[in-house]
């Protein structure tokens, strides 16, 4: 087991420690919003799959209106009428338009829609103020998508503009990646649950709601065990219960050196293997990382620091890269440069993770902490929208100085 790792080590061991994706499996495709694809989808057929009206206007031949003008309007008949959804065999001739709606197919004849907007009636005929160009305010087929295109790709989670794409493509059942069930633990004999009266010396149990929260934020799906006293029983019976039921477990509390965290002799019980005790970072040094071997499927488990900034850095920069691992889901973190609009003290040989506040001015990013940055400080999380990343080999911060940030 790796002790006292720096960040970049930590989050290449979680990855490579476990190799494989989820299984998959085919769901409806209107209940696969926030699933990741198992497979490039390519469209059935051209969308759309005929040519037609981009809005409610008169299709008509664009050279009836060469000499069309303020003071000289042409006039065109109104032939027929053509709704959305309607099959027309009615054809166009000079001097001649048709009525149309938005998505209705086009009379033969006809290369153009003028927008109702921009005409006036007269009679049974339409009067034109100036020239229409060829092919305006017409959608042609295959301009959105040609047949056999890959319109979302394999590894992408499925959003609601994706969820439309792949219907429009033709598809009623999509494969996926199995979405990995999360199981969280709370320990502490100091823990009371929401609705519990807290007595001197007793703190709620902030983490289980937390974490949860950030794992349904991402789109997985989290199972609360609740809170495990600091008595090795009730702690392995729930890690027992957690491990025949979900595919990681994060464990809160009880990971550090005291005389009653429990959780690093009750998981070793378990014959776990060890990968790695403590990351060089700020807040969330006290980070345990370990595989449990369930019928040949490696579970992973996290030991995370009981404050509840520690455990939300953790889940935000080592847990949730693997969790999107194990669903297969193709997206990179992304930072971005800022200019900090005060000094910060820094040690050597640590990374930080500093909650800011981001706005921009005059296309520049400008950042600057929340005040007090304590691991225990909640309110640093909830002023917060970006982190602010300071590497290991960062000395003390200028005002004014470049930082990255990673919104959040």
Known sequence: MKQNVEFKTALNLILNSVNKKLRTEFRNVKESLWYTCAVNVKSKYDIPNYDNSAMDGFAIRSTDTQNAKIDNPIKLKIVGEIKAGKVSRLKISSGECVSVMTGSCLPQ????VIEKEAVEYEDNKIKIFSKVKPNKNIRFCGEDVKKNEVVVEKGTLITPSALGMIISCGYDKIKVYRKPKIGIIATGD????VGEKVTYGKVRNVNSYTLSGLVEKYHFKAYNYGIAKDEVKQLKSKLTKALAEC?????SGGVSKGEYDLVKPVLLQ???KPIFWQVKQRPGKPVFYCIYYRN???IPIFGVPGNVVSNYIVFEMLIKPLLYKLEGRNEQEQYFDAIIEEPVEK????RYFLRGVVVQKNGKFYVRTTGPQGSGILM???RANCLIVLDERQKNVKKGDTVKIKFI
Not at 109 to 112: E, K, L, V
């Open 296 to 298: 040949g499927q490696k």
């Open 190 to 193: 100091e823990l009371v649950d």
């Open 247 to 251: 595919d990681v477990i994060l464990i």
């Open 270 to 272: 378990l014959e776990v």
């Open 380 to 382: 640093s999380l909830l």
């Open 347 to 350: 040690k050597l040989g640590l």
């Open 109 to 112: 004849g006809a290369d153009a």
